[in-house]
RNA sequence: GCCCGGGUGGUGAAAUUGGUAGACACGCAAGACUUAAAAUCUUGUUCGCUGUAAAGCGAGUGCGGGUUCAAUUCCCGCCCCGGGCACCA
């Protein structure tokens, strides 16, 4: 009976949907375990081979924790909203909504032929009504909430209101605008669409005018995360500061929560390192530096800066303010104003990504000065581009002896430089060191910089004119999109008021709209549907919610996926609680993750669940690249020369199509049937055989290196595809796909087929007990891959199954009792071929359900040792001695081989080490 | 520039990190079965040297040092590859 994988999984695929045999229940007289996939954008070019990789993964621990008895939640769903959609329908003008739908239905069939364990039951879709609803709901709940600084966590809008009432805001400074000081009385004096005003500078989904990332050729707003290097993440266009009008989440209020949050989760340390790089936490000290008076038409009398060398403060030979400094036109002299004119137009004339390609040391001076407070000592203020707007107070203190950019500035504008590090500052360049003892420093001096850090910043604040502070490098997240496929806003303008609509109003649904160019004003294509615009007297919001809105909480939705009475029910979240295992790409560290984040810090703070953080464990699998096949073609010419070859011609390459290719070796005549362009190519050839280069690059349709994991299933079956993806290496590490490498796995499966099965006499698996060196191979296998999977290191466990079958056949061993137990250890591996076998034997009942084997110790139990005995280090020789062999009979045991007198050459050895169950070392 | 990973045979990798380097596979080579092929099985396969062979010796985990009886693993200094951040004061 031969191993017919295509029957058998076509068989038990549709059985396993029939039965529901991946139906879970909210069952809380078992234990729970949550097995999350970051779920996908159902892109129109579908799955390749990389793709499955985490799903696989999570797909085997799901079930080897259903086995182990835990009631498993494993679901899967799509992220539907985005861009891509929208830009499909621009090109080809099929609705979002319809090419979404097809390409959810392409991903499905191809996930489905691997087998996954999912509960399609609770499978959710972010563009789905049912869903988005809460999606608004939540977002209802940010606009409802501030954040309470001294009890660290979100409150009621509500709650604000009482204490404006009350006391104004002196005890509840304004996150959104840090110069805003009310008293009780004037709050209560203010108009209705004052107080609106004041709220939205407090709530944590706010309205607010901006400097925005916007991205020309995709017509809409960016968060931070979604630029990469000044330009789109998706798409690769150029990205532009702008001042708009948008919806923003405060996530910079959390920005201690998520720091404090990361000591509590699982992650990768790379992972946890990134996210804090990104919120990017600084100590330093605000400093206010008199302005001098004589030299300023100014009304202001201090300069704000912030720094984290406040020891550094007698180095400091000039002060930089950004170019969008308040304080600019106040400060500049009138010497100097018509060159800080000319200065501020060529700096707006720069794009960012101008900024951030070539950084040119530009700047201007001011014609201003500042004072030393502490010698007195006049600091020219300068204006440059180097210093930002948006970091710290906009200001800097410039000590070039310590600080490269400083030392570059005052270098090109020949500022004189102040040494306050003596030996540590060469003149050619500075030195951030904090190990220097201070000179020039007054009463710092001889101080040890690091300790004179805090000695300066006590007397800053003693002397009130500075005070320590903490920075965040993280912004407050853009959160509106001038685009229409996403989650419309439940918000009605009326007279710029933003009033959100009542929850019992949800869902607001996305409007049918067939043209989807963008409507004036860079607004989105909304605004050109007056009649779904104008509502109740105002109109409604024409922005749509970006991306990461929906995948902020689908984690919360899995739970209780049904509800249309909440967004999730607390019994269900108090249930299934954490996700224990989250598994997806490193590429949303600082994006999804950090929403995801703080949207559940939130709500937890509302009562609305009862932990704040989503995910326990986060397992960050690797890209599998594509082996690329290049081939070379003679300069203007027909000719393709082999690689070989290709040094002796000056050629292109050119990338071919995988499937094109055996190996290296290129088929000619396919080759010149697959595209037109070379369907008269001539070859010069290695002996006969056309060779084609390679390269390892990212599996994509442009390089013709994509595999797709249906043609895996169908030329090996889903069990071989499965294993071998797990085979290939370290979920966490990238790797290369060679499908050649695929034959050993699929032997594997049918040898162990083989174990039950025989061609001609069929099943000759039998009722015959094993024998104890069976038993021993089966456990020593069950223990290696238990405990292989319990750490995800799949691809040792998979090769822990090649040695037990491997020695298993080697034994000729067909014992049903052992080999049933080898079918459950296999299930979550191979779960088609097990399922199969398991009722081939006669076994009632489905494997999925079968209680996983525990490991009888009593024989692993070893009376001896096969030692290695190193001669300085060196292994020489293997002894098989007993366990209990003390010292002294190792020492004799050891010194009676003749291999090792060899090499004593007679004299005594210094020294003999044993360590008991590793290894003997004789040191001469 | 800064912060993380990583560098081991022809290839993917293992050694659960002081204790037999290269498990398990791919590929390759030789052989068995077969009219033949597929499939299957057997043997070999880090490199170099000696040897008909059995075997032995030497080198070897990016490079150079160090600690140790013993280093892929720990320490110091460099090189290369991948990822993230990048005028954040």
Redesign the pocket.
Known sequence: MEYGFSAIEKKWQEAWKKNKAYKVNNDPSKPKYYVLDMFPYPSGAGLHVGHPLGYIASDIFSRYKRLKGFNVLHPMGYDSFGLPAEQYAIEHGIAPAISTDRNIDNFRSQLDKIGFCYDWDREVRTSNPNYYKWTQWIFLQLFDSWFDRKAQKARSINDLIVIFKAEGNTNTPCPGDKKLVFSAAEWNSGDSSKQSEILMKYRLAFCGVGEVNWCEALGTVLA??EV??GVSERGGHPVVKKKLRQWYLRITEYAERLLAGLQTVDF???MK??QT??I?K?F?AEIDFEIAAENTLSSASHLKV????PDTIFGVDFMVI?PEHDLITTLTSPEQKKAVEEYLEYVNSRSERE??AE??ITGVFSGAYCKNPFNGVLIPIWIS????A???T?A??A?PCG?E?DFKFAQYFSIPITNIIGQFFNGNEANPTKEARLENSGFLDGLLMSDAISVSLDKLEELGIGKRQT?Y?MRDAAFSRQRYWGEPFPIVWKNDIAIPLSSTALPIELPELSDLKPGPDAQGPLANLPEWVSYDGGAREVNTMPGYAGSSWYFLRYMDPQNDKEFCSRAASDYWGQVDLYIGG??H??GHLLYSRMWTKVLFDLGHIGFDEPYKRLVNQGKIGGDSRLVYRVRNSKQFVSAGLKDNYETDEIHVDVSLVDGFVLDMEGFKKWKPDFSDATFITEEGEYKCGARLEKMSKRYFNVVNPDDIVEKYGADTFRMYEM????VE????W?T??I???H??I??FWRLFFDAEKGLVATQTPADAASWKIFYKMLK?VE??TA?F?F??A??GF??GV?EL??LNCHSIDLLKKFLIVLTPYAPHICEEIWQQIGEVGSILDASYPVVDETYLVETSK?Y?V?V???????LNIDLNATQADVEALVLKEP?IS?WLEGKPPK?I?F?KN??I?V?I
């Open positions: 931070n995360d990469i290097n990768s340390d790379s390192d990134m790089n990104w990017g600084s330093g912030y720094t984290t060398r950004a900024r951030m950084k040119k581009e180097y210093v930002l948006g970091y710290g906009g800097i203190m000590v600080d950019r920075n490098k490193t590429e560290a600082v085979f290939l290496g370290p590490q990238d790797k290369p060679d050649k490498g034959e050993g796995v032997r594997f049918r040898k290696k405990e292989d750490r290191s691809n040792t998979v090769s090649m040695i491997n056949t080697d096969e290695p190193a300085n280090g060196k292994t020489r020789i293997i291999m060899k020294k080490i360590v590793k290894m070392n040191v």
